[in-house]
């Protein structure tokens, strides 16, 4: 038996809603898990959205980090050997990986190196939701033309300082 919170609740999870998971554990965006799994964006948002509260997490990334750490526990876990060290993963959960765990050495715990597709514990990246522009075509043009003609009346403004103060300068002079 999994001694892991949570375990059991990703036991619900179907299939593709923990490869969703996984590859939003790597960081990659709806759109892009979307091409690899030949699936639309909002099939994959919705995928995530239902493992997100089956698991009980606040967001998406939260819910990766959790599968994540169940997937990484072995089922017969029931925590330290003798010496302390926790049992390694099985090397089938390992399997699409150049580099598991039972590969590197101690020095190499715990450390997150560019290029590396998975890390020893949680993401060393904290990804907050980017905020997409919802504007329609006309009304981001609309707002093109706004900053466009306030940038004309600034200049015309500049120019308009620029030619007063040449006039009183002359004045000054002469």
Not at 68 to 76: M, S
Not at 80 to 106: F, I, K, Q, T, V
Request: glycine share 8%; net charge positive.
């Amino acid at each position: 038996m999994i001694n892991q919170p949570g375990a059991d609740r990703a036991g619900r999870l179907t299939p593709r809603e923990r490869e969703c998971l996984r590859l939003v554990d790597q960081h990659l965006s709806s759109k892009v898990i979307a091409r690899r799994l030949g699936l639309s964006r909002h099939t994959v948002d919705d995928h995530v959205d239902k493992a997100r509260r089956k698991l009980g997490a606040g967001d998406r990334f939260e819910a990766a980090r959790l599968l994540a750490g169940i997937e990484r526990t072995p089922p017969n876990a029931s925590g330290p050997d003798a010496n302390g060290m926790a049992e390694p993963p099985p090397a089938d959960l390992w399997s699409g990986h150049d580099n598991p765990p039972s590969a590197r050495s101690d020095h190499d715990a715990g450390r997150w190196s560019p290029g590396s597709s998975e890390t020893a514990g949680p993401s060393p990246v904290v990804r907050r939701p980017v905020r997409r522009n919802t504007l329609s075509v006309p009304a981001r043009l609309a707002a093109i033309l706004a900053i466009a003609a306030v940038a004309a009346l600034a200049f015309g403004a500049l120019l308009a300082g620029a030619r007063a103060l040449q006039d009183i300068a002359l004045t000054l002079v002469g």
